[in-house]
C-alpha cells in the first residue's frame, strides 16, 4: 500500500508542530504534503523530524525572503524531482508539482489555492493544466479553499467553484477521489466560526491513477489538550501502485 497525506496544519503548526509530526507518523505514509507550511521555526522543526524519520526527500516552496508567508512542503519516503510545467498556478509559492520515483512513478501537485482575485485565475490555470495532458498518472491535492452546494456546504464561490473548476475537471477525466466513493457522505474539513462546514480539501486523480485507490478518507488526527492539532482535518488517500507495477 502507498500512502499519501495532505494536511493544511494551520499558521505553520506553531506551538503544535511536535504533536503534529507525531500524528503523521501515527498515519504512516509514504509522502507527506504539508498547506500552510513556513518557514519559520515550528514548520522547520517539522521538516527535520520528518527527515530524521525516513522521509530524506524534501521540497519547499516556502520564500526566504518572507519566512512568515504561507507555502508548501513535500516530504517523501521515495526520491521526488521537482518538476516545473507551463502555465502553473500563480502565486508559485502556492502550488508544488513534482515527480515521484516510487515502484511505480506518479505526479503530484500540491495545491493551496487563494481566496480573492487570485482564486478565479488560480482555478483556471489548473483546468489548462490537465487540459494540456502534461501530467502522467497523478494527483492533485490540498485545500481549495471552496466547497459545492449540497453535501459540502455554500460559499460564495460555489456556483463559479462548480462550472469553473469541477466540472471541466471532470471532461478531462479528473475526478474528485472522496466524492467518488463517498457520494452522499457529509464529511466537512474544516469549520468556520459559526461552527458550518465546509469540505475545502480535496483529491484530484486522473484516469490512469483512478484503478489504483483503494480508499480516500479525512482524518482530524487525535485532540490535544481538548483542541484539534489544526483547523483543517488531513486527506488519507490510499494507493496501490505495486499492482500498478506488475500490469502495466
Not at 500500500?1 to 505514509?29: C, S
Not at 516552496?61 to 526520491?79: I, M
Not at 474539513?189 to 480508499?215: C, E, I, M
Not at 488531513?234 to 502495466?248: G, R
Request: hydrophobic share 40%; proline share 4%; net charge neutral.
Amino acid at each position: 500500500m502507498f500512502r499519501i497525506v495532505f494536511w493544511n496544519i494551520m499558521h505553520g503548526g506553531g506551538y503544535r508542530a511536535t504533536k503534529i509530526v507525531e500524528q503523521i507518523l501515527d498515519w504512516n505514509p509514504d509522502i507527506v504534503a504539508l498547506a500552510e507550511f513556513r518557514g519559520t521555526a515550528p514548520s522547520r522543526s517539522i521538516a527535520k523530524r520528518l527527515a530524521e524519520s525516513g522521509y530524506v526527500h524534501q521540497l519547499s516552496t516556502v520564500k526566504a525572503e518572507e519566512p512568515t508567508c504561507n507555502a508548501l512542503q513535500l516530504a517523501s519516503r521515495f526520491e521526488i524531482e521537482k518538476v516545473h510545467i507551463k502555465g502553473a498556478p500563480e502565486p508559485d509559492y502556492l502550488w508544488l508539482f513534482a515527480n515521484v520515483k516510487s515502484k511505480r512513478a506518479i505526479d503530484i501537485g500540491v495545491m493551496l489555492v487563494p481566496l480573492g482575485n487570485n482564486w478565479y485565475a488560480y482555478l483556471d490555470a489548473l483546468v489548462k493544466l490537465v487540459k494540456g495532458k502534461q501530467i502522467g498518472p497523478g494527483v492533485i491535492i490540498g485545500d481549495t479553499n471552496c466547497a459545492l452546494t449540497g453535501l459540502d456546504e455554500d460559499t460564495v464561490y460555489s456556483v463559479d467553484f462548480k462550472t469553473r473548476f469541477v466540472a471541466p475537471f471532470a471532461r478531462h477525466g479528473w475526478r474528485d477521489t472522496f466524492r467518488a466513493s463517498h457520494p452522499r457522505a457529509n464529511a466537512p474539513t474544516w469549520y468556520s466560526s459559526y461552527g458550518h462546514g465546509f469540505r475545502l480539501d480535496q483529491a484530484y486523480l486522473n484516469a490512469q491513477l483512478q484503478p489504483d485507490v483503494k480508499s480516500c478518507a479525512y482524518d482530524w488526527g487525535r485532540a490535544w489538550d481538548g483542541k484539534k492539532l489544526s483547523d483543517h482535518a488531513a486527506i488519507l488517500l490510499d494507493l496501490d501502485l505495486c499492482a500498478s507495477a506488475t500490469t502495466t
